[in-house]
T-cell receptor, first 114, second 114 residues
Framework: NAGVTQTPKFRILKIGQSMTLQCAQDMNHNYMYWYRQDPGMGLKLIYYSVGAGITDKGEVPNGYNVSRSTTEDFPLRLELAAPSQTSVYFC?????????????FGAGTRLSVL | GESVGLHLPTLSVQEGDNSIINCAYS??????FIWYKQESGKGPQFIIDIRSNMDKRQGQRVTVLLNKTVKHLSLQIAATQPGDSAVYFC?????????????FGQGTILTVHP
C-alpha cells in the first residue's frame, strides 16, 4: 500500500493525557510534515522533517513533539493534552525540495480532547 | 469574498457549468502556488501548481491563473461535475530554503448541483 498511513483514525483524550499520533510512508520520501486543521480553517504546520534525525518547528509547535528515527516514520507526540488541541491532524510527505511543493497527505487523525 | 473563522466562502454551481475559485495570497516573496481539493473526511489532494514565473497553467479540466501584481490566484474548473464538490484550498510557498513549508489559505466550499 504505497502512500501515507496515519493511525489512529479517531481518538478521544481527557485533558492532561498524552498520546502519539503515528505516521508512516513507504515511498522513501525525505520530507515529512505534520499539520493540524481546525474546523472551517486551512492547515497549519506543526513540525516538519527533511530526513531521518532532522526535525524543525512549524507555525504552531507548542504542545507537540516529534522524532524521526527512520525515513519511514514520523510520529507526533502530544503531552498534557488540552482542549485547544482538538483538531484533525494530517501527515504529509514528498521526495525532496527540488520536486516542487506538491505532497501526499494521509487520511487524517480526528482528535477530541475533553 | 473574504471570511473569517467558520464562515468559509461558498460557491454553488450547476453540473456542466464552469467554476472559478479565487484566492488572495499574502506574501509577495512566494515562489510557488498549489491548489488542493479536500473531500469530506479525507486529506487534501493535489490538483495543480504554478510557479511565480508563470501566469497560467492548464491541466485536465483545470486552469490556474496567477496575477502577481494584485497577489491573486484563481482555479478554473471546466464542465464542473458533482464529484468536484469539495473544499478547495490554495497554498503558497516562499522561494529559497523554505523546505517546502506551505501556507494554506482558508478554503472555499464548492457545491455542484446535478
Amino acid at each position: 500500500n504505497a502512500g501515507v498511513t496515519q493511525t489512529p483514525k479517531f481518538r478521544i483524550l481527557k485533558i492532561g493525557q498524552s498520546m502519539t499520533l503515528q505516521c508512516a510512508q513507504d515511498m522513501n520520501h525525505n520530507y515529512m510534515y505534520w499539520y493540524r486543521q481546525d474546523p472551517g480553517m486551512g492547515l497549519k504546520l506543526i513540525y516538519y522533517s527533511v530526513g531521518a534525525g532532522i526535525t524543525d518547528k512549524g507555525e504552531v509547535p507548542n504542545g507537540y513533539n516529534v522524532s524521526r528515527s527512520t525515513t519511514e516514520d514520523f510520529p507526533l507526540r502530544l503531552e498534557l493534552a488540552a482542549p485547544s488541541q482538538t483538531s484533525v491532524y494530517f501527515c504529509a510527505s514528498r521526495p525532496s525540495r527540488t520536486t516542487g511543493g506538491g505532497r501526499l497527505f494521509g487520511a487524517g487523525t480526528r482528535l477530541s480532547v475533553l | 469574498g473574504e471570511s473569517v473563522g467558520l464562515h468559509l466562502p461558498t460557491l454553488s454551481v450547476q453540473e456542466g457549468d464552469n467554476s472559478i475559485i479565487n484566492c488572495a495570497y499574502s506574501n509577495s516573496a512566494s515562489d510557488y502556488f498549489i491548489w488542493y481539493k479536500q473531500e469530506s473526511g479525507k486529506g487534501p489532494q493535489f490538483i495543480i501548481d504554478i510557479r511565480s514565473n508563470m501566469d497560467k497553467r492548464q491541466g485536465q479540466r483545470v486552469t490556474v491563473l496567477l496575477n502577481k501584481t494584485v497577489k491573486h490566484l484563481s482555479l478554473q474548473i471546466a464542465a464542473t461535475q458533482p464529484g468536484d464538490s469539495a473544499v478547495y484550498f490554495c497554498a503558497e510557498m516562499p522561494g529559497g530554503t523554505s523546505y517546502g513549508k506551505l501556507t494554506f489559505g482558508q478554503g472555499t466550499i464548492l457545491t455542484v448541483h446535478p
